[in-house]
């Protein structure tokens, strides 16, 4: 796999850890209302923000802290370094 492949599964991994870490309360409330298995929390989640099945993945394994302000400014920080990155690798 090449630089920019990697460029890409890497931003699409930190968007979505961004999209639930700007919407932290209402993922955790999802969550918290969701009896069942981790089968079920990912359906809820699908369901709830619209999302497929790898990204509520990724949101569940999201650690708790990534959750706090100073890791949401670190997460912006690093897709706004990927968007940069990828943009000098475009195809010509």
């Known amino acids: 796999m090449d630089d920019r492949q990697n460029l890409l ?3 699409w991994i930190v968007g979505v ?3 639930a870490a700007e919407q932290a309360p209402r993922i955790l409330e999802v969550c918290a209302a969701t009896p069942g ?3 079920d929390l990912n359906r809820a989640l699908r ?3 619209d999302i497929g099945e790898m990204d509520a993945e990724v ?3 999201m650690p708790v ?3 706090a302000p100073v890791s ?3 997460i912006r920080a690093e897709l706004a370094d990927i968007e940069e990155r990828l ?3 475009e195809p010509e």
């Open 9 to 11: 599964g890497r931003r």
């Open 17 to 19: 850890m961004l999209m």
């Open 37 to 39: 298995d981790e089968k």
């Open 47 to 49: 369901e709830a923000f």
């Open 59 to 61: 949101i569940l394994s």
């Open 65 to 67: 802290r990534r959750f």
């Open 72 to 74: 949401v400014e670190r």
């Open 87 to 89: 943009a000098l690798t």
